[in-house]
């Protein structure tokens, strides 16, 4: 059996290892209820943006700067470190073995959030967000095979999950679901460092919290 690494997977092989196919209905008006910001959120938005610029500035931001100094804040806003909601670091996945390819993939979550107050079955939490990171230098779209090979292993237990890319300045939701023939659907890119889509990265990530 050969192993193959999450970070090494195309889009290509992801769509037939595991028969993802894609959506073009790339909306959030129809997923999600995106509820206006207080004049304190969108300062703390606008200090999180001056400090990455800081960073970009000085040239390439590594993946672990990315999360530190946006992610981090971002999801802090949005309310993903209160319960119910916890989040892990660098989690593990189980190894996803593909029978028919005498195949199985290995790797890491940058970021997960869970629901701590909706279990599935005995062991299982449900996932409410997976976040993948890039350095600066990369698109968010290399993060893409990535996040849905992890988010297929969500979808053998829950419906649906919501994946996020990012390489700190461009920010590009997922929204993955499953069922016989799994699906994806790309939402437009946002900009941080632009002030309303900044203001709607966060409204986006407050509305998936809930």
Do not use: C
């Not at 769509?15 to 969108?42: A, D, M």
């Not at 709607?200 to 809930?210: E, G, N, R």
Request: charged share 20%; proline share 4%.
């Amino acid at each position: 059996m050969k192993t193959l690494y999450a970070s090494d997977l195309s889009l290509k092989e992801v769509h037939r290892l595991f028969g993802f196919q894609r959506r073009y209905n790339n909306s959030f008006i129809p997923l999600l209820s995106l509820k206006p910001t207080t004049e304190s959120e969108q300062q703390e938005l606008i200090q999180i943006a001056k400090d990455f610029d800081y960073y970009l500035i000085e040239g390439k931001v590594a993946e672990g700067q990315v999360k530190i100094l946006t992610v981090a804040p971002l999801l802090r806003l949005a309310g993903f470190y209160r319960y119910p909601i916890q989040m892990t670091l660098e989690e593990s996945i189980a190894e996803i073995n593909i029978e028919d390819e005498d195949t199985k993939i290995t790797g890491r979550i940058d970021l997960l959030a869970v629901n701590k107050a909706q279990r599935i079955g005995k062991n299982a939490l449900f996932w409410v967000l997976i976040v993948e990171t890039k350095n600066n230098k990369a698109a968010p779209s290399a993060g893409l095979p990535q996040l849905l090979a992890y988010a297929h292993e969500s979808l053998k237990i829950q419906p649906a999950v919501w994946g996020l890319i990012t390489n700190g300045e461009l920010y590009q939701f997922v929204y993955i679901e499953g069922g016989n023939t799994p699906t994806y659907q790309l939402m437009p890119f946002l900009n941080l460092m632009e002030t309303e889509s900044g203001i709607k990265i966060l409204q986006v990530l407050k509305a998936i919290s809930k």
